[in-house]
């Protein structure tokens, strides 16, 4: 055997022996979300046969819901997880699921299986955060190879710059930066130090030194997307509108799929008065979420009316039917939130009537939410309807007898809604409960030297 050979299988032999510590010392575990059982054949054939390993460590799953819960289950019994999915399941794109993972999840390792992926979705799947992509069919050889790299970084500066991340995640930035400094001594212009010193200035707070880093990392790797993102967040703190939407929308033309990224660069205009070229970024982001999820629609479809709905609300309200639409009759508890941002959007346009419907929409799916009666009966109240407004508040107090002392305003609000019907008892409760919060509530004491 050649010393070529020798030294490549002692080199296959520490990634075994990586893969084999996450499992049985590091309390590693694999999710696996796919229908292929060639895929799961193979993690079964590499874990258990070839490494050895006899726990259970892996679980196959059908659907994405049943992937959120075994990761939510696995975490809290505090495993490091490997969550596998498969980039189209079930004719959908999984763009959306990676997106929720890295959001909510952070600590999993996430490994895209295809046969094969477009240019501009493969760049979707790294910029959302997958660690790793594996092609299929692939050799166990290949795919031992590509876990270990996920999992711990084979070459000395990876790991400098894993242990330099770390120590941004914690706040410690001059330590972070002197570990970035180290690993430029030694592999000078290297991108990915670069960008950890410019977060290290950043962090604190020197602006310009975390500028110049930025640039250098994007000199260093033209097609590199992360210094662009980095600058568009440095110019967002620094208020530089301009700027940050010029990154925006050149990192936008390099990786067109990204919703967020058009949500983002839509708000920016709707701060600049630009509605039309707002509404063209907005309507791609819907275009885009409608191909990964129902409910992504529902969510993008929110964020964008949340951009108008001060400036806008009629646009706003366009944006939350929509939203609701995407729902179809499907609709439950988490769209009580739309309902209640649509009613927002329709009384600041007078339309008292039509928030009224739409919240009466809402207690259908949520019947007994304390909340949806209050707003009922403040829209209520701006129609000059006060005695079946001061009705709706009699159903919140049953529901909850505590919710008026959830704010000042509240109190306030209810004590005046009593007073307009007449109802001086339950004004005079509730107004008195409003100056035991706030002593000096001029509001309040006008109102109760009336009575």
């Given at each position: 055997m050649s010393m070529e050979s020798v030294l490549a299988k002692m080199e296959f032999r520490k990634f075994e022996a990586s893969i084999v510590d996450f499992f049985s010392k590091k309390n590693g575990y694999?999710?696996?979300?796919?229908?292929?059982?060639?895929?799961?054949?193979?993690?079964?054939?590499?874990?258990?046969?070839?490494?050895?390993?006899?726990?259970?460590?892996?679980?196959?799953?059908?659907?994405?819901?049943?992937?959120?819960?075994?990761?939510?289950?696995?975490?809290?019994?505090?495993?490091?997880?490997?969550?596998?999915?498969?980039?189209?399941?079930?004719?959908?794109?999984?763009?959306?699921?990676?997106?929720?993972?890295?959001?909510?999840?952070?600590?999993?390792?996430?490994?895209?299986?295809?046969?094969?992926?477009p240019r501009e979705q493969f760049i979707l799947l790294h910029e959302l955060g997958a660690d790793n992509f594996i092609t299929k069919p692939i050799a166990i050889n290949t795919f031992i190879e590509k876990v270990a790299h996920s999992i711990k970084p084979q070459g000395k500066m990876g790991q400098l710059i894993d242990i330099a991340k770390t120590m941004l995640e914690q706040g410690a930035y001059e330590d972070a930066a002197k570990v970035g400094r180290t690993v430029l001594n030694a592999k000078p212009n290297f991108s990915a130090a670069l960008l950890v010193m410019g977060d290290a200035y950043k962090?604190?707070?020197?602006?310009?030194?975390?500028?110049?880093?930025?640039?250098?990392?994007?000199?260093?790797?033209?097609?590199?997307?992360?210094?662009?993102?980095?600058?568009?967040?440095?110019?967002?703190?620094?208020?530089?509108?301009?700027?940050q939407l010029d990154c925006l929308t050149k990192l936008d033309k390099m990786s067109p799929l990204n919703v967020e990224r058009k949500l983002d660069i839509g708000h920016i205009y709707v701060e600049l008065g630009n509605y039309v070229s707002a509404d063209v970024y907005f309507e791609g982001a819907l275009r885009q979420a409608n191909k990964e999820a129902i409910d992504y629609v529902g969510n993008v479809s929110q964020q964008i009316a949340s951009a108008y709905e001060k400036r806008d609300p009629a646009r706003a309200e366009q944006y939350l039917r929509r939203a609701l639409r995407a729902k179809g009759d499907?609709?439950?508890?988490?769209?009580?939130?739309?309902?209640?941002?649509?009613?927002?959007?329709?009384?600041?346009?007078?339309?008292?009537?039509e928030a009224i419907y739409e919240y009466k929409r809402a207690l259908q799916v949520s019947r007994r939410d304390e909340n949806l009666y209050y707003n009922i009966a403040i829209a209520s109240a701006e129609g000059k309807e006060f005695v079946q407004s001061s009705m709706y508040l009699k159903k919140v107090i049953q529901l909850n007898e505590d919710f008026v002392r959830t704010e000042t305003a509240i109190a306030y609000n209810m004590g005046l809604i009593f007073y307009k019907a007449v109802d001086h008892v339950m004004a005079k409760m509730h107004l008195q409960i409003c100056l035991a919060m706030d002593p000096n509530h001029a509001g309040a004491k006008k109102i109760l030297s009336l009575m």
């Open positions: 694999a999710i696996v979300l796919t229908e292929d059982t060639n895929f799961t054949a193979l993690l079964r054939q590499t874990l258990n046969k070839h490494l050895g390993l006899r726990n259970k460590c892996f679980s196959q799953v059908s659907t994405v819901e049943d992937a959120l819960k075994q990761i939510r289950k696995e975490l809290a019994a505090g495993k490091k997880l490997l969550v596998f999915i498969e980039r189209i399941h079930r004719d959908k794109e999984m763009a959306f699921l990676v997106r929720r993972i890295k959001k909510d999840f952070k600590q999993c390792k996430v490994f895209i299986t295809m046969t094969e992926a962090g604190l707070k020197k602006y310009e030194l975390a500028h110049k880093c930025y640039l250098g990392a994007g000199d260093s790797a033209p097609l590199f997307l992360d210094p662009l993102k980095k600058l568009a967040d440095l110019y967002g703190v620094a208020g530089v509108k301009k700027r499907n609709l439950d508890k988490a769209d009580v939130e739309t309902f209640n941002s649509l009613g927002i959007v329709l009384r600041k346009q007078g339309k008292w009537r």
